[in-house]
């Protein structure tokens, strides 16, 4: 799950980001109204979620938020907001935000709203099961054939992506958009580091690894 966070403030930034990474989110930080517009726009397709501040220098979020809408109808949108009517609340709404929170807010009541918004979208699946693993992503766990198994954020964000497309090969580049940051410095080898360590902890010794590999195309797990 990938996240794009539109706020001028560095503190609130900095520990959505934080709390977000821990949960095994890929999250972009844009700290203007115009560097918010470009990378929202530009890559529309690979944010799951848009985290929007109301309050921006340049563009504001509801510029930003109805730009957004032009283009695509159901990404979903939360706005971060210090406004506290009523009014303000309902006209944020009107501009196609799907919810709003106002500052200052706790990380779990965020993360419980991005949750809600998410399972809508991927119709209320919490809980993934291929190939005898299990991967809850409510409870942050993952069982292979009823063995606890111990994941990095960045194996978890993996597998959650790998199992959300099971029987479907998943394209490196793909993954790439779907589970690192625009950080990324797109060396593929990394994917492969990453398949390796899940299926090391994965995998039962003397059987087919969980994970196939698609030659020069991606990985898959079967359904
Ligand atoms: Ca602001």
């Given at each position: 799950m990938r996240v794009l966070i539109i706020e001028d403030e560095a503190s609130i930034a900095n520990f959505v980001r934080d709390g977000l990474q821990e949960e095994g989110f890929a999250v972009d930080v844009a700290a203007n109204g115009k560097e918010g517009m470009q990378l929202a726009l530009m890559n529309l397709h690979e944010y799951d979620i848009i985290l929007l501040d109301w309050?921006?220098?340049?563009?504001?979020g509801i510029e930003i938020c109805r730009a957004i809408r032009q283009e695509n109808r159901f990404i979903p949108i939360i706005f971060l907001t210090a406004k506290d009517t009523v009014d303000d609340a309902v006209f944020g709404l009107q501009t196609g935000a799907n919810d709003y929170i106002r500052k200052p807010f706790s990380f779990e009541e965020l993360l419980a709203r991005i949750r809600v918004l998410l399972r809508s979208k991927e119709n209320e699946i919490v809980e993934f099961t291929a190939a005898g693993i299990t991967l809850n992503v409510e409870k942050h766990t993952v069982t292979s054939h009823a063995r606890s198994v111990e994941l990095t954020q960045k194996e978890f964000a993996l597998l959650e992506y790998l199992l959300r497309n099971k029987g479907s090969v998943c394209r490196r580049t793909r993954i790439i958009e779907k589970v690192?940051?625009?950080?990324?410095?797109?060396?593929?080898?990394v994917i492969d580091v990453y398949i390796n360590a899940l299926r090391r902890k994965l995998d039962t010794p003397?059987?087919?690894?969980?994970i196939t590999t698609v030659r020069g195309v991606g990985y898959k797990i079967d359904g």
């Amino acid at each position: 799950m990938r996240v794009l966070i539109i706020e001028d403030e560095a503190s609130i930034a900095n520990f959505v980001r934080d709390g977000l990474q821990e949960e095994g989110f890929a999250v972009d930080v844009a700290a203007n109204g115009k560097e918010g517009m470009q990378l929202a726009l530009m890559n529309l397709h690979e944010y799951d979620i848009i985290l929007l501040d109301w309050m921006l220098p340049g563009v504001s979020g509801i510029e930003i938020c109805r730009a957004i809408r032009q283009e695509n109808r159901f990404i979903p949108i939360i706005f971060l907001t210090a406004k506290d009517t009523v009014d303000d609340a309902v006209f944020g709404l009107q501009t196609g935000a799907n919810d709003y929170i106002r500052k200052p807010f706790s990380f779990e009541e965020l993360l419980a709203r991005i949750r809600v918004l998410l399972r809508s979208k991927e119709n209320e699946i919490v809980e993934f099961t291929a190939a005898g693993i299990t991967l809850n992503v409510e409870k942050h766990t993952v069982t292979s054939h009823a063995r606890s198994v111990e994941l990095t954020q960045k194996e978890f964000a993996l597998l959650e992506y790998l199992l959300r497309n099971k029987g479907s090969v998943c394209r490196r580049t793909r993954i790439i958009e779907k589970v690192w940051d625009i950080h990324f410095d797109y060396d593929n080898s990394v994917i492969d580091v990453y398949i390796n360590a899940l299926r090391r902890k994965l995998d039962t010794p003397g059987a087919p690894s969980v994970i196939t590999t698609v030659r020069g195309v991606g990985y898959k797990i079967d359904g």
